[in-house]
């Protein structure tokens, strides 16, 4: 594993203690939330049962895959949304995205899109370290670059950054293509600050960043979202 790059290690102790009782009340509520944002460090069960309420009530369910772990097809054809990083997607799809330096192969991408789509998620986002990130649909496919210049000292915490960023942005109203570059600048300062929690960004820092670059696209998207 490279500099910069990022190792999971998780402690279930916590997590697995959710109880089917205790998220109850989603059944009925979950229909006020924008989307819902589910992670694999909570019990398998657990996340079929929330997908499934928000399924039934058309509440966009975005999985961020991590760790990786067999998803089953009935949660997959739930999920508008699924968020692996470039290792988890070739464990759900079989296909290696391969990569020289901080060029991937657009190809391999474009077939991992594939394939979960045609296992019923209706967009794949792919977090692609030093790469960026790719975002596909039926209708669309970008390669978004990283973030250049940007020191990296801790990547935990990157990746949960990202996808909550583009998720909210996305939620928001703003098309896919800007809120994976938007995410980008949130998941660059994530890594430039140690810690999990204290890495990560606010509103006006991340916009800061942007003016900083010049990024003319997405300094417009400020004020929409204000």
């Known amino acids: 594993m490279g500099r910069g790059e990022e190792a999971i290690n998780p402690t279930r102790k916590f997590n697995d203690t959710d109880r089917k009782e205790e998220i109850g009340f989603l059944e009925t509520e979950i229909g006020n939330y924008d989307m819902v944002l589910l992670q694999l460090e909570i019990p398998m ?20 895959s991590a760790p990786s772990a067999e998803i089953s097809s009935g949660l997959l054809s ?3 949304y699924i968020s692996p990083n470039e290792y988890e997607a070739a464990d759900l ?16 991408v474009q077939a991992v899109v594939q394939k979960l789509l045609g296992e019923g998620v209706r967009n794949v986002l792919i977090t692609l370290g030093s790469a960026g990130a790719a975002f596909g649909n039926a209708a669309e496919f970008y390669l978004c670059p990283t973030v250049d210049g940007i020191s990296a000292v801790d990547p935990t915490g990157a990746g949960d950054s ?53 990024d003319t696209a997405l300094l417009a998207m400020e004020k929409a979202v204000v």
């Open 93 to 108: 799809t079989g296909i290696e995205i391969r990569r020289k330096g901080k060029e991937v192969d657009a190809g391999d």
């Open 78 to 80: 739930k999920l508008a």
């Open 162 to 214: 990202f996808v909550g960023a583009f998720s909210t942005f996305v939620s928001m109203g703003i098309s896919h293509e800007k809120a994976v570059c938007i995410a980008n600048y949130v998941g660059a300062l994530t890594v430039s600050r140690m810690g999990a929690q204290p890495s990560l960004p606010t509103f006006d820092q991340v916009f800061a960043l942007v003016r900083e670059r010049g």
């Open 45 to 64: 069960e657990i996340n079929e049962l929330v997908a499934e309420y928000a399924y039934r009530k058309n509440v966009p369910v975005m999985l961020n």
